[in-house]
């Protein structure tokens, strides 16, 4: 009897001390746990110091030439040899011809038309001298100045109504005027220049077949120019007619030309929101199509820093370092430049970000380069 006791007690503790030798053995397979390392990023900061900012406003733009006239037809015929070649390039003095258009089947329709008229103021002529006496001097003045080589003169005024009843009632009225409008019509189959200048676009060489409506060229003056500049509606206020402006080309930065603002539209953009000011400039070296940069100082923001745009995000926000994490933080951006903007709402001795890291969010661990 003690001895079944003793062997069952025996086989207990055998099998307790396998299962807890089998328990250790399972633990000791597991890998151990990890510690979570907290990741800190580095970035870049500047120190916030709060200034008065000069703003000078900067826009790139195009010289037009102010005086510019596009040429096109108003009548029907064959180009002919003009006063040059019409070609882009040529240089016409004001009043030099630059186009012309034969016109003799229509100068001798007008010359048929003024004939018409003359026999038309002869025939009245006797009746004027009897029933209206004291008119008789200035008809027969008009008739003998009246030749179909000449320009039209002046139409007597009738000295009473009676008079211009009787006149009308000759059809004399509407054969002049007739006549005169042939003559403004004669003076469109030639185009003059209006001033000094030179032909920056030909589309017709003579011996073309011109119709009415159609594009000739260009002709420009090319001695004073215009820039358009847009700026902010906001700065508007700061600019006025007649300030300078120091405007330089876009590949070259040295040599500067000092522009004047002549013209400040009154319509705001409503894409851009931004205001069409216009400047004139003139010199040498300065050619239609240009691109130009003008630089105008407008005002003065106070209590203002400037940032890097990049750092900028939801149009008035961004980070500053603080205790070793990301705040963010609201602003009022004053002026935008091409790379930086001028905001307010920083506090002197913060650092703001000057490079925006990837992923960041408020509370961020960080730490700063140094």
Partial sequence: MVRKIIIVVVSIVILGGGFMLKTKLSESKKPPVKKKEKLVTTVYTEVVKNQTIPIQLEATGQLMAKNRVELYAEVQGIMTSSSGN???????????????????????????????????????????????????????????????????????????DKEKLFITGRNIYTNYYNVRNMELTLAKYSLSAPFDGILTESLVTPGTLIRPGQKLGTFIQPTVYEMEMPVSSSLIDQLKVGQTVDVHSSEN??????????????????????????????????????????????????????????????????????????????????????????????????????????????????????
């Fill in 86 to 160: 019409f070609k882009a390039g040529e240089r016409y003095g004001k009043g030099a011809r630059l186009v012309s258009i034969d016109s003799e089947v229509y100068k001798a329709g007008l010359m048929a038309q003024k004939s018409s008229l003359q026999n038309l103021v002869t025939a009245v002529l006797a009746d004027i001298r009897l029933d209206f006496p004291a008119s008789f001097e200035r008809w027969n003045g008009f008739l003998s100045a009246l030749d179909v080589n000449k320009p039209l003169p002046a139409l007597p005024e009738p000295a009473t």
């Fill in 253 to 370: 930065a040295t040599k500067i030309w000092k522009g004047k603002i002549t013209r400040i539209n009154s319509l705001v953009n409503s894409g851009t929101q931004t205001v069409d000011v216009f400047i004139e400039l003139s010199g040498q070296g300065l050619d239609e199509g240009m691109f130009m940069q003008a630089s105008v100082a407008a005002t003065e923001l106070e209590n203002a820093f400037e940032i890097e745009r990049s750092v900028l995000f939801s149009e008035n926000q961004v980070y500053v370092a603080k205790d070793s994490v990301l705040v963010q933080k609201t602003i009022v951006p004053l002026h935008f430049k091409e790379k930086t903007v001028v905001v307010s709402g920083l506090e002197d001795n913060e650092r703001v970000l000057t490079k925006m890291p990837s992923g960041a969010f408020p509370g961020m661990k960080i730490a700063l380069y140094e």
